[in-house]
């Protein structure tokens, strides 16, 4: 009996896991921006990103960046990893296009760029 019940939790617990898993990164319910992070944002990541995290920059285009306001975009990413990624910066080719966002390490602060990601991922529909 309690095997069953241990069973059952088990597999409660993965079913809970899955389904944080597919969400990916998101801020949680009830979540506004201010206005610095906005202002920063604007600031630090909308020249590739975009003000509204589409992309359709000019770099945007040249790099083939993706829509942030898409749920795939954030579908594998969490806060650790996407800050790693802000911190560290990222280089990669996709599709033939060169891809490249400098490290932000020393011209943000780590509580930043957590601000930064939630904002982005809230800009998804
Ligand atoms: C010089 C251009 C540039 C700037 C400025 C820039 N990024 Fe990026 N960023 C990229 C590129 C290129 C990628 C990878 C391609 C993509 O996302 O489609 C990327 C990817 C990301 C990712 C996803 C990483 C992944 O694994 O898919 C996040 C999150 C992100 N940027 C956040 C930010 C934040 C926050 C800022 C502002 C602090 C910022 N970026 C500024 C170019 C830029």
Redesign the pocket.
């Known amino acids: 009996m309690t095997r069953r019940i241990a069973l059952v939790s088990l597999l409660a617990t993965l079913l809970v896991s899955q389904a944080l898993l597919a969400e990916g990164l998101a801020p949680p319910p009830g979540y506004k921006a201010d206005k610095k992070i906005k202002r920063l ?1 604007a600031a ?2 909308a ?3 975009g003000d509204d995290g589409r ?1 359709k920059t000019e ?1 945007g285009r040249e ?4 829509d942030m306001t898409r749920a795939e ?1 954030w579908q594998n ?1 969490t806060l650790e ?2 800050r790693q ?2 911190l560290d910066g ?1 280089k ?1 080719t ?1 599709k033939g296009k060169e ?4 490290p ?1 390490k020393g011209r ?1 602060t780590p509580e930043q ?1 957590d601000a ?2 939630l904002y ?1 991922a809230s800009l998804r529909k």
């Open positions: 944002f630090k990541c020249s590739c990103h992309g770099l790099m083939g960046i993706a975009y990413l990893v996407s990624e802000v990222l990669r996709v891809q490249e966002m400098k932000f943000l760029v930064l990601n982005a």
